[in-house]
């Protein structure tokens, strides 16, 4: 009788056991990359989106990312997206994006601060207009130790390009030679310094949370 009883409890245990739903690692898992059929600010911005998420910090593996969808569009498409970057470093060519570059990473040298642009840019969309907006809100998002230097994308265009069209002697008709005959300059003495210079003692106030997390 016991024996039963052992049996029945036995199975009526495996059966419980079979009805409960089977936990899982949860994994993120993106989408792959899709182009459209034309490179605009929002086509540029959903390259860098994709390739900031899908590389968890990394960014070699961000630099590649980029190259492999970018190799994707034809080469008129791959100028337009170094123009439309390079309008970006411009834009964050400005004495408050100098002054978070400096809290952060100080002392900025002409590239250090090219460079900082650079990974500003690679943070994607939302991080780079809000911090453009209102620089303070990098504090949100960069974590100490972090290296904030991206200076290989500035050749990214450059090795989709290459892998699009074949060249390997860079001439006239690469994508940083086309922008810049297009009056885009990002390197020192091109593009004027935007908005109002600061001094070392007004950093605390002007960027309180940066200041607070990297002083």
Known sequence: MKLLQLLIASLLFVIAGCSQPKAHKETKVYAEFNKADKMDEVEFWKIIDYSYESSAGDLEMQSNVIIKGLSQYTPSEIIEFEVIFTKKLIEANDYKIIAINHI???????DGFLYFRCWLISLGRKNFEQTIKKPDYLAHVI????VPDFESMLYISTSAYKNKTGKQVEDATFPREVAFRRGLNYE?????????DWKEEDLPKLYPKLWAKFN
């Open 143 to 146: 974590q100490k130790g972090v």
């Open 188 to 196: 020192t003495g091109g593009a004027k310094i935007t908005g109002k």
């Open 104 to 110: 952060v990473d100080s002392p900025v040298s002409d």
